[in-house]
């Protein structure tokens, strides 16, 4: 399932060099994340109920292109491959003319909500990465 979520770039977004900051495009991806969490239904409400929580443990980001002030971005999130515990979500930024900004590969882990360590990711997030 690959999602797009799109937003507009904000003048506090913007640093001394005129384009978006580099860590902006951190939160843009979160956003992008959360979007994909909510239309495959795995809301915190969903994570609650299976007694998990969710960790980003790391991401590793390719910035292509400047983004500035006024720009229309759509933010993409595809499940790209998982493990036991960790998954791992490919996502892209694109510009209103559909030029590639910067793209990534976020890795998770599913966590224990009371334990709080890793466990086996339950089916209801792995059916989402296919075989």
Not at 7 to 24: L, M, P, Q, Y
Not at 84 to 112: F, G, W
Request: a negative charge.
């Amino acid at each position: 399932m690959e999602t797009a979520l799109t937003i507009i770039v904000r003048s506090t977004e913007i640093d001394v060099n005129g384009h978006v900051n580099n860590a902006k495009y951190l939160e843009y991806l979160e956003w992008g994340r959360e979007e994909w969490y909510e239309q495959a239904k795995l809301t915190y409400e969903a994570f609650g109920a299976m007694g998990i929580q969710t960790v980003t443990v790391n991401i590793n980001i390719n910035y292509k292109k400047e983004c500035k002030q006024g720009d229309m971005l759509r933010i993409t999130c595809v499940p790209e491959k998982k493990g036991r515990s960790s998954y791992v979500l490919k996502q892209e930024i694109y510009n209103q003319r559909d030029e590639l900004c910067a793209d990534a590969l976020v890795t998770c882990v599913t966590m224990d909500s009371l334990a709080r360590k890793s466990r086996e990711m339950p089916e209801e997030l792995g059916s989402l990465f296919g075989g």
